[in-house]
Protein backbone atom coordinates (compact mmCIF):
# COMPACT_ATOMS: atom_id res chain seq x y z
CA UNK A 1 0.00 0.00 0.00
CA UNK A 2 0.95 3.40 -0.56
CA UNK A 3 1.82 5.48 2.30
CA UNK A 4 -0.04 9.40 2.24
CA UNK A 5 1.29 11.74 4.47
CA UNK A 6 -2.39 13.60 3.45
CA UNK A 7 -4.31 10.65 5.35
CA UNK A 8 -3.93 10.06 9.10
CA UNK A 9 -2.67 6.99 11.01
CA UNK A 10 -4.82 4.11 11.17
CA UNK A 11 -6.92 1.27 9.64
CA UNK A 12 -10.15 2.26 11.29
CA UNK A 13 -10.46 6.50 11.33
CA UNK A 14 -13.93 7.65 12.97
CA UNK A 15 -15.17 10.73 11.95
CA UNK A 16 -17.00 12.81 14.17
CA UNK A 17 -19.08 15.76 13.60
CA UNK A 18 -19.54 19.07 15.47
CA UNK A 19 -21.13 22.26 14.56
CA UNK A 20 -17.65 23.91 15.90
CA UNK A 21 -14.91 22.12 14.64
CA UNK A 22 -12.09 24.45 16.13
CA UNK A 23 -13.87 24.57 19.11
CA UNK A 24 -14.03 20.83 19.23
CA UNK A 25 -11.19 19.69 18.10
CA UNK A 26 -9.61 22.12 21.13
CA UNK A 27 -11.66 20.67 23.12
CA UNK A 28 -10.39 17.03 22.58
CA UNK A 29 -6.68 17.79 22.58
CA UNK A 30 -7.44 19.67 25.94
CA UNK A 31 -9.82 17.22 27.62
CA UNK A 32 -8.71 13.75 26.40
CA UNK A 33 -5.07 13.99 24.89
CA UNK A 34 -5.46 13.88 21.42
CA UNK A 35 -2.83 16.38 18.92
CA UNK A 36 -3.99 18.32 16.02
CA UNK A 37 -2.48 16.71 13.23
CA UNK A 38 -3.85 18.65 9.94
CA UNK A 39 -6.26 21.55 9.51
CA UNK A 40 -8.33 21.83 6.42
CA UNK A 41 -9.82 25.13 6.61
CA UNK A 42 -12.19 24.95 9.30
CA UNK A 43 -14.57 22.77 8.55
CA UNK A 44 -12.06 19.30 8.85
CA UNK A 45 -9.27 18.40 11.77
CA UNK A 46 -7.42 15.33 11.35
CA UNK A 47 -6.71 14.20 15.46
CA UNK A 48 -4.04 12.12 16.44
CA UNK A 49 -3.75 9.57 19.56
CA UNK A 50 -0.82 7.13 20.18
CA UNK A 51 -1.04 5.11 17.01
CA UNK A 52 -4.27 5.97 15.79
CA UNK A 53 -6.27 9.31 14.60
CA UNK A 54 -9.62 10.63 14.49
CA UNK A 55 -11.47 13.53 12.15
CA UNK A 56 -13.51 15.98 13.31
CA UNK A 57 -15.43 17.65 10.91
CA UNK A 58 -18.42 19.66 10.28
CA UNK A 59 -21.95 18.78 11.04
CA UNK A 60 -24.45 17.61 13.36
CA UNK A 61 -26.52 14.03 14.67
CA UNK A 62 -28.99 13.18 12.41
CA UNK A 63 -32.06 15.45 12.35
CA UNK A 64 -35.54 14.85 10.03
CA UNK A 65 -35.71 17.04 7.30
CA UNK A 66 -39.83 17.58 8.19
CA UNK A 67 -42.41 15.37 7.80
CA UNK A 68 -42.36 12.59 5.41
CA UNK A 69 -39.08 13.67 4.04
CA UNK A 70 -35.40 11.57 4.53
CA UNK A 71 -33.45 12.21 7.37
CA UNK A 72 -30.11 14.12 6.80
CA UNK A 73 -26.87 12.31 6.62
CA UNK A 74 -25.75 10.90 9.91
CA UNK A 75 -23.12 13.54 11.45
CA UNK A 76 -20.49 10.46 12.10
CA UNK A 77 -19.11 8.37 9.81
CA UNK A 78 -16.28 5.58 10.09
CA UNK A 79 -13.22 5.79 7.58
CA UNK A 80 -11.10 2.32 6.84
CA UNK A 81 -8.25 2.22 4.94
CA UNK A 82 -8.50 -0.64 2.25
CA UNK A 83 -5.71 -2.00 -0.20
CA UNK A 84 -8.17 -2.42 -3.19
CA UNK A 85 -11.14 0.06 -3.08
CA UNK A 86 -12.95 -0.89 -6.45
CA UNK A 87 -12.77 -4.63 -5.64
CA UNK A 88 -14.19 -3.55 -1.75
CA UNK A 89 -16.78 -1.01 -3.53
CA UNK A 90 -18.03 -4.17 -5.67
CA UNK A 91 -18.25 -6.45 -2.92
CA UNK A 92 -19.91 -4.32 -0.91
CA UNK A 93 -22.46 -3.45 -3.56
CA UNK A 94 -23.15 -7.33 -4.27
CA UNK A 95 -23.75 -7.53 -0.76
CA UNK A 96 -26.51 -4.72 -0.67
CA UNK A 97 -24.72 -2.17 0.62
CA UNK A 98 -26.48 1.39 0.08
CA UNK A 99 -23.70 3.14 -1.89
CA UNK A 100 -24.05 6.65 -1.28
CA UNK A 101 -20.74 7.95 -3.45
CA UNK A 102 -19.34 5.76 -5.76
CA UNK A 103 -15.60 5.15 -5.93
CA UNK A 104 -13.81 8.13 -7.02
CA UNK A 105 -10.26 9.93 -7.00
CA UNK A 106 -9.26 12.89 -4.92
CA UNK A 107 -7.21 15.71 -4.87
CA UNK A 108 -5.20 14.73 -1.24
CA UNK A 109 -4.12 11.49 -3.06
CA UNK A 110 -7.22 8.86 -2.45
CA UNK A 111 -9.54 7.22 -3.45
CA UNK A 112 -12.71 6.40 -2.00
CA UNK A 113 -16.60 5.37 -2.02
CA UNK A 114 -18.83 5.56 0.67
CA UNK A 115 -21.66 3.30 1.83
CA UNK A 116 -24.47 3.12 4.69
CA UNK A 117 -24.66 -0.40 6.24
CA UNK A 118 -28.52 -1.41 7.00
CA UNK A 119 -28.15 0.24 10.76
CA UNK A 120 -28.01 3.14 9.17
CA UNK A 121 -24.31 4.22 9.56
CA UNK A 122 -21.76 5.45 6.71
CA UNK A 123 -18.80 4.12 5.82
CA UNK A 124 -15.83 5.64 3.95
CA UNK A 125 -13.79 3.35 2.10
CA UNK A 126 -10.18 4.58 1.43
CA UNK A 127 -7.39 3.32 -0.96
CA UNK A 128 -4.46 6.07 -1.40
CA UNK A 129 -3.21 6.45 -4.75
CA UNK A 130 -0.58 8.83 -4.17
CA UNK A 131 1.72 10.43 -1.53
CA UNK A 132 0.43 13.95 -1.35
CA UNK A 133 1.98 17.21 0.64
CA UNK A 134 -1.26 18.22 1.97
CA UNK A 135 -0.58 21.98 0.93
CA UNK A 136 -0.61 20.59 -2.49
CA UNK A 137 -4.38 20.53 -2.09
CA UNK A 138 -5.16 23.14 0.84
CA UNK A 139 -4.47 21.66 4.17
CA UNK A 140 -1.81 22.52 6.69
CA UNK A 141 0.12 19.98 8.22
CA UNK A 142 0.76 20.81 11.76
CA UNK A 143 2.53 17.72 12.78
CA UNK A 144 4.47 14.98 10.48
CA UNK A 145 5.05 12.61 12.74
CA UNK A 146 5.16 11.45 16.27
CA UNK A 147 1.80 10.32 17.22
CA UNK A 148 2.14 8.69 20.84
CA UNK A 149 1.30 10.45 23.93
Known amino acids: MITN ?3 PPGTFIPELAYPDVP ?3 AWLCMA ?18 RGGA ?3 TE ?3 REAA ?13 MVSVEDV ?23 GERQ ?16 VADVHPRDWGGSLVEDAGTSL
Open 59 to 61: GGP
Open 86 to 108: NAHHANAERCGATILSPPADHPY
Open 32 to 49: FGFRERLRIGSHRIQLVF
Open 54 to 56: MVV
Open 66 to 78: GPGAEPQAAGHAV
Open 113 to 128: YSAEDPGGHRWVFSQS
Open 5 to 7: RSM
Open 23 to 25: AAA
